[in-house]
């Protein structure tokens, strides 16, 4: 997630302060003009480094909540080419920032976030280039859409990685669900992507058992998601995982894959990992005798007691306590 560092002017248009500049995670720095909507690689000069930037003064709690009202009255509309439908999207309270040049592109989506019920900021989505950023404070935020999901009162969650799949997942449910089964299944996403997922499941898992009796997870299908689903199975091991048929749950809806998608939630499957072994698994198993070995031993009360010698078996032999004391 880049950090927004200020808005300037923009000479090749004439704004005054449309030019919003941002320091990348890599170091670099890269603004776009809202008044325009053109990227501007480099902002401040093609040589500039963040140490020759007068960074902004820190925002007071009273402007910072100034900034938070003014989203709340901006409007909800469809994100066309991500196939999100405004009414999903107002479900969970976003907000979506249009283009100042045509006043109908949706150019910023505002996700909002809550602690202890209350609503402590935004997560800021610049849609093209892709930039992320945050508005309020998100540190320890509860998951997206968690309100929204105790609310309801389901039994079942689904989480995933990132808020559009969250609210690809409730467009998806509420177009397969029949309508008594509408509310059974409940959705959020972790606060901060796949690589955050383990520690929210350590610092949450006790909130998840107290609303749901069942939790499943759908992460990106990728290298980071597979990691993060393994990761979340070491704090969490009760979550199912879902195998999705695209990339993730916005993308099915994309390519048209919303039925198979919805048929995924009920092919769930723990996942493996070779570090744990849960009695439940091995209950039923463990009731069964031991088969008889392809060896034998040459005393037939033995072979009687112990079935034999089985490969792959190790045999320790040995006395009893003072047995050699005993014997002297």
């Given amino acids: ?30 603004g776009y003009c809202f008044a325009c909507s053109t990227y501007v690689p480099h902002p ?29 009255g901006y409007q909800t509309v469809d994100i066309p080419h991500k196939r999100l439908k405004a009414s ?22 505002y996700y909002p976030y809550t602690k202890g019920g ?20 998100l540190k320890g935020v509860d998951a997206f859409g968690w309100e929204k999901a105790i609310a309801v009162g389901a039994k079942r969650l689904i989480v995933t990685e990132g808020e559009d799949d969250t609210i690809a997942w409730h467009r998806i449910l509420e177009l397969m669900s029949k309508d008594e089964f509408k509310d059974f299944t409940a959705v959020v996403s972790v606060p901060h992507g796949a690589s955050s997922a383990r520690e929210f499941f350590s610092e949450h898992g006790k909130d ?35 195998s999705l048929p695209s990339k993730d749950a916005n993308q099915c809806i994309i390519d048209g894959k919303m039925k198979a998608a919805f048929n995924a939630l009920f092919n769930a499957t723990k996942p493996k990992n070779s ?21 034998t031993w040459p ?10 010698i089985r490969y792959g078996e190790t045999i320790y032999i040995g006395g009893g306590v003072n047995f050699g004391a005993f014997c002297q």
């Fill in 208 to 242: 998840l058992n107290e609303y749901f009796k069942e939790v499943y997870l759908s992460f990106d299908m990728d290298a980071a998601g597979r990691k993060a689903v393994e990761e979340v199975s070491l704090v969490y091991p009760k979550a199912k995982s879902i």
């Fill in 1 to 30: 997630m880049g950090t927004c560092i200020a808005k300037i002017a923009h000479e090749e248009c004439g704004s005054h302060d449309a030019l919003q500049t941002f320091l990348n995670d890599d170091g670099s720095i890269s």
């Fill in 44 to 72: 401040y000069g093609e040589n500039t480094k963040i140490m020759d930037i007068p960074l902004p003064k820190k925002k007071t709690e009273e402007e910072i909540q100034q900034e938070i009202a003014e989203i709340d």
């Fill in 299 to 308: 005393w037939e009360h033995i072979q009687r007691d112990t079935r034999g």
């Fill in 118 to 137: 209350k609503l402590s900021g935004y997560k800021v989505k610049l849609l093209n280039p892709k930039k992320l950023w945050s508005i309020g404070d």
């Fill in 275 to 295: 570090r744990l072994i849960f009695g439940e698994d091995v209950h039923e198993a463990a009731k069964e005798p031991a088969k008889y070995g392809e060896l």
């Fill in 88 to 109: 999903s999207l107002d479900y969970f309270d976003v907000k979506v920032g249009l283009s100042e040049v045509d006043g109908k592109t949706p150019e910023l989506i």
